[in-house]
């Protein structure tokens, strides 16, 4: 394992020094926490929206912090929900009197650590609101598991509540847009490769020469099933397959993110693009707009994911609208 | 009869970070079989910050002692296991409240551990979690004189075992399905180290 | 060797056509050539803008094609340079009567074929110019050498260009000021890994479990030395050394790149940009702005480069000044 | 005397093709020592093309059949091979143009085309590119009788060989410095190759 680091214990620090450090005029931190906020946070009379997560999803997800997009993002150890007197820090910083959303990915350790920051805001008066991304159809959505998880569609998500937010739309209506526009998204990865957790030393798992795994999810998590390497296209086919299998996207118009998971050279994302605008056209189904891109990682996971998210008039406008942000753009 | 003074409280989570501290790698390559390889590492560190916060301080309680505890995991281990972990150490700290830590005490004390835990993780025995350790605890603990408590480690690794063969429904190991069976779940591997390290604190000041 | 291609021979094409087909509201593509254009090239009285070079450098050089920067991008088979006949259709497409700059990176391979194409362009009557970039001091510039090779500042130049293209200045007068901000721009990188050239089957070079290339080209060409890789910090100081060796940053303002060269996550090249923010700042170098993410890439190569680019009062705000591309954001 | 016809024009280009793809691999991988690992890669493309190429069309003269493998070349292979092959082959037609290739014509072509290359790379004798064999095969094809050069081959071999020690001074091995010396320039290799194949052409028929 060669990373580029200092004292594996102040990676996430360092990080979020660096971020700050690079980015004066878009983001601060606050201090003693492990919080990155829009420099001009809390926006008064807004709703504040807050995301976040593990680390190790950079660009992830301070990347989405600025006018028209997050408030804040709480950012974790490697992998690890961050705890909740952080995102407790983070609401209070997002908070302009307006409430506060929490766009919560659906693993267990974020959802209860969100929550019980929720819990200790409520107490000191804030109110908060909570939506929960479950875009990824490689996990079965069944209530008698912990459902599907959270990937990369949670960026679009991001997009939505956070031009909302800008418009001026009220917290109780923004949450019920975003839970609206969640039941519209999916996603699917696959892995290539797998990835280190510093601390830990040694990959997350390992794969063969030859072997890829289908369904993987963000923290190197195991997916469906692990299968010979194959053609673009026909991996491809098998991850729109089942996405469109979860959530019938035919004869409408969508927004489509190809997300690298951190080594995927941006030539093959593109040849993976081109098979999934192919696809798409033969099924009737009309891509509005495409980003390509590293925009939820795994550290060095080669790999990738597809997310179809179906658009209303009211969110393809929405998905226009301005935004400053590092690392989404329009 | 006090079964848990404040010193054997402070020691019982000094050895559970030794032992934690000591396992960590073997915790972590559980979670990277079956989840995503950072319990070691969240314990590990979290532990740590328990004994260094407990050594500054001197507390009146065991009470006291174990909230001190519950809020330092919750602060800094994270991920599913931090909330759950501070949920157990803050019902018991709450059962314990001004009270002396006898028998009924304490297992009073871990019965609401376990509701705690079941219900922020929504998980039931059998599901391939922690909550399988500490519930049969309890079931151990509502059995058992408490002279026959020094058991309690032969219980714990019995039910750590049994999750090897168990399908995960809850937490990251669910996403594996089949896959999960074969692996000993980590969070089961961590509480029998904190109850191995209950024992052994009682047994040396006993 | 894991790629997520179909055929080894169609990999620039596919990837064309899904740069295309993903953005086809700012990029088109010359029909059975390999050039990329804004969608509405030639601009009718402005300067063209043409750069390029192999691919596998992504997102260089078609994320960079837009209002504000270049109106063509010419693509090569990975890591060769295309040939003079795909540049002249470049340069036909992004003239729009003002004359076009060819900005090429300097390898001998991309010398020789936009030269070619210079004089082809010229006989058709198109007039020409033409900038070198050379930024990266790993290489010594020696008039007995090829000189120093061209990397990740390249995007600096594009972007100063581009802007005064933008504002009518004339063909002249941007190459005249592109010379002057090349020889303000240094760089250097170190490779953690090698990447794999798709048709090759194997690593261009290997470096053991423990050891780095400092100074390394973007075509995995060797660089300075290999050394046992060390912490982040001593990394950047080595490559920030080299460079204010080779040109005095101190008492300056500055423009700075941390560009990852394909596999290292974000996450380590904030750590990176955290040190060169502190090592700036102590030795009196003022970082006016920063860009950190993937700009010129290697494949799926581990590491990084840092550019530093010296401005003065106009290029800051050149620098500034709106861009519509892919990749490039301001 | 004719000492090269259309067809063995034709010939020489398709034994080239299959040196250069038969050792394609071998080419990429000295130029992985020294270079970027492309070369073999190009100039088995470049030569697939030429040979597409020049099988569909009925050549009239040797400067024909050079001028469009030169073409080819130049819009085909790329990197710094392309232009530097381009204009050694546009070189010999243009000297070749309107005349029958005797003894005279293909000595001069081949001058030409060292000109040629060294001009466009800038590059002299002995700074281990091809430009080492090129201007080799000049200075034999100078000194020697055409009954002799059979021995062609063996000259460029041993130029070849000899660049194995030498320290690249132009190209991308020169940013090896010390480290370029102990390989074998893949050009010059590529070189070899092509002298090869002419060598067997003009025996086979001659
Ligand atoms: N819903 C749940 N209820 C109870 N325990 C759970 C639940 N989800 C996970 N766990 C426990 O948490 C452990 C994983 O902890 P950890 O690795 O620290 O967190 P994460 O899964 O967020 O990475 C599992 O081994 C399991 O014992
Ligand atoms: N300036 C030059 N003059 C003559 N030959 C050169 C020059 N630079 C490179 N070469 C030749 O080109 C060969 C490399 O070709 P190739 O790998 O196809 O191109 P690139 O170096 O652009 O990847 C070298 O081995 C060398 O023989
Ligand atoms: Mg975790
Ligand atoms: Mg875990
Ligand atoms: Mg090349
Ligand atoms: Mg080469």
Not at chain 1, 271 to 284: G, L, P, T, Y
Not at chain 2, 68 to 90: I, R
Request: proline residues 3%.
């Amino acid at each position: 394992m060669k990373k580029i680091i200092n004292d594996v214990d102040a990676i996430v620090d360092e990080m979020i020094e660096g971020i700050v450090k690079s980015h004066p005029t878009i983001l601060k931190r606050l201090p003693n926490t492990t919080v990155i906020t829009r420099v001009d946070a809390p926006v008064q009379g807004k709703v504040g929206l807050v995301s976040g997560g593990g680390s190790g999803h950079e660009p992830a997800h301070a990347g989405y912090v600025g006018k028209g997009m997050l408030d804040a993002a709480v950012i974790g150890e490697v992998f690890t929900s961050p705890t909740p007197d952080q995102i407790l820090e983070a609401i209070k910083a997002a908070n302009g009197g307006a409430g506060v959303l929490l766009i919560i990915k659906n693993y267990t350790g974020d959802v209860l650590n969100f929550e019980m920051a929720k819990e200790l805001a409520e107490l000191e008066g804030i109110e908060v609101a909570e939506v929960i991304v479950n875009d990824d159809v490689a996990v079965e959505d069944s209530t008698f598991t912990t459902g599907r998880r959270g990937i990369a569609g949670t960026v679009f998500v991001h997009k939505i509540a956070g031009a909302l937010a800008e418009n001026g739309v009220s917290l109780t209506e923004i949450k019920e847009t975003c839970d609206n526009v969640i039941a519209n998204i999916r996603s699917m990865g696959v892995a290539l490769s797998s990835c280190t957790v510093p601390a830990a030393k040694k990959p997350s798992f390992q794969l063969e020469e030859s072997e890829i795994e289908i369904g993987i999810g963000i923290h190197g998590e195991p997916g469906i099933e692990r299968v010979a390497i194959q053609q673009a296209d026909d991996i491809v086919t098998t991850l729109i397959s089942k996405i469109q299998e979860d959530l019938d996207f035919t004869n409408s118009e969508i927004a489509v993110m190809i997300n690298g998971l951190g080594a995927t050279p941006e030539m093959e994302l593109y040849i993976v693009s081109k098979k999934v605008h192919e696809w798409a056209k033969s099924h009737n189904i009309h891509i509005i707009q495409s980003w390509v891109g590293e925009y939820m990682t795994s550290l060095e996971m080669a790999g990738f994911s597809i997310t179809f998210f179906k658009l209303n008039n009211e969110w393809k406008d929405l998905l226009k609208q301005d935004v400053a942000t590092l690392k989404f753009h329009v | 009869m006090i079964i848990l003074t404040v010193e054997q409280a402070v020691e019982w989570m000094k050895v559970t970070q030794q032992k934690v501290s000591a396992n960590k790698d073997l915790l972590t390559e559980l979670d990277q079989a079956i989840g995503d390889g950072d319990h070691g590492i969240n314990l590990d560190r979290g532990f740590r910050e328990v004994v260094a916060k407990i050594d500054d301080v001197t507390y009146d309680s065991v009470a006291d002692v174990l909230k001190s505890v519950a809020m330092t995991l919750m602060a800094k281990v994270g991920g599913a296991s931090g909330p759950l972990y501070g949920t157990a150490f803050l019902k018991m700290a709450t059962t314990m409240q001004g009270k002396e830590v006898d028998e009924v005490v304490f297992k009073e004390a871990v019965n609401k551990a376990v509701e705690g835990i079941k219900q922020r993780g929504k998980a039931a025995f059998g599901e391939k979690t922690l909550v399988d350790v500490w519930e049969q605890v309890a079931n151990f603990l509502k059995e058992e004189p408490v002279e026959d408590w020094g058991a309690l480690p032969e219980v714990c690794q019995a039910t750590m075992e049994d999750t090897r063969e168990m399908m995960a429904t809850k937490g990251r190991a669910s996403y594996l399905k089949e896959r999960s069976k074969g692996h000993v779940d980590p969070g089961s591997m961590s509480s029998y180290y904190i109850f191995e390290a209950l024992a052994e604190v009682r047994k040396s000041e006993g």
